[in-house]
């Protein structure tokens, strides 16, 4: 069987935020792209994440901090539609969030989004194309810095320039395209869901201490599902779901004493985070984008920091025009999206 083949200006690999924000930047400037995701738009992490808007408090006086403060003017900006991508029609769950220290509670520049409608709302754009085909270590043929084609099973795809956006998935990638050390590590959560007889509608971090390195619980609720991460979702790796539970439930009882939790239903997922290589995430100062050739390797480290990644990626890819008979996508648009672990259902 001959395979078809598609040249294109960009080949993103990975269909979460960081992939789907990058070809709807490339698209609105007329390059054509490919987007390769085998497991459903929306990705892993994506679709594992709260919907938080961060602006940067929960991090203190760190780097990270710094970067994160002007994320929600930039996203504020795209729900309106005056931004650098498209997210009108985009559901809001909260729009501010609470910080509880102590006794005192202050409330933070920060929102949170109906995840699902953020990947819809950025899938719509480019859902024509997206190839649902797995982008291995060995797919990626070579040559020298240069890579010259991905080999999938359905399609060969040219691309003047290649972004790898996947996630976890971008370590053994980012090995393959030569990129020296370990430029990427995975940090495990332990993601905490409570199923309430009815909406808490906590949308809240909080610390046990003022003297805590950041927020113990970080909560959010969608409809009548409370997702808790946080602090407590770090230390949650090391702990078996049993265990994890009974903890979360503790200090959901000290710090929100309104909420149900003895007639709630817990269950617990792991969520396998992809991080540029760091000592500690507050130290990362930014969205990473590393370049080897025609490669680039991609991280927001934050969702939030999806706006600042496409800057990064802008710059390096400068005053780049669309090719020449560039790819234009397949004309059943149709894609496969990722089901939601806070739904049970696709986005």
């Known amino acids: 069987m001959t395979l078809r083949s598609l040249s294109v200006d960009a080949a993103i690999v990975g269909g979460g935020i960081s992939g789907l924000w990058l070809a709807n930047l490339l698209d609105r400037r007329g390059l054509s792209v490919v987007v390769c995701e085998p497991n459903g738009v929306g990705g892993t992490q ?8 961060h602006g940067g ?13 002007g994320m929600p003017d930039r996203w504020r ?7 650098e991508v498209d997210l009108t029609g985009v559901g809001v769950l909260a729009e501010k969030i609470d910080f509880h220290v102590g006794d005192e509670t202050v409330e933070v520049d920060e929102f949170v989004l109906d995840i699902p409608s953020v990947v819809r709302r950025l899938a719509r754009p480019i859902a024509h194309r997206v190839v649902a085909s797995a982008v291995f270590p060995d797919s990626l043929v070579a040559d020298g810095t240069h890579i010259e084609r991905f080999e999938l099973d359905p399609c060969t795809i040219h ?8 996630g976890a998935g971008n370590e053994a990638l980012a090995r ?5 050390g ?8 332990r993601q905490t869901i409570a199923r309430l007889r009815r909406s808490a509608g906590v949308y809240a971090h ?3 201490s003022p003297t805590e390195a950041g927020p113990t619980l970080t909560v959010t609720s969608h409809d009548s599902l409370l997702s808790v991460g946080g602090r407590v979702a770090d230390a949650g790796a090391r702990r078996d779901e049993a265990a994890q539970i009974a903890v979360v439930k503790d200090l959901l009882r000290q710090a929100f004493p309104d909420i149900d939790v003895e007639n709630a239903a817990f269950e617990t997922f792991v969520a396998d985070r992809a991080e540029p290589a760091s000592d500690a995430i507050g130290n990362l100062p930014d969205a990473y984008v590393a370049r080897r050739g025609n490669c680039l390797l991609c991280l927001p480290v934050k969702l939030s920091l999806a706006p600042r990644l496409g800057d990064l990626v802008t710059a390096e890819l400068g005053d780049l025009a669309p090719g020449e008979d560039g790819w234009r996508g397949d004309s059943d648009d149709r894609v496969v999206y990722a089901p939601s672990p806070y739904t ?4």
């Open 176 to 180: 393959q395209a030569g990129f020296p």
């Open 57 to 69: 408090v929960k991090y203190g006086a760190s780097p990270l901090a710094s970067a994160l403060k």
């Open 159 to 166: 691309a003047r320039t290649y972004l790898l956006a996947a």
């Open 46 to 53: 994506t679709v594992a994440s709260q919907g938080i808007v």
């Open 77 to 83: 900006a795209c729900l309106e539609g005056t931004g």
């Open 182 to 189: 370990k430029a990427v590590e995975h940090r495990p959560l």
């Open 206 to 208: 909080w610390m046990a």
């Open 344 to 347: 049970r259902s696709p986005c």
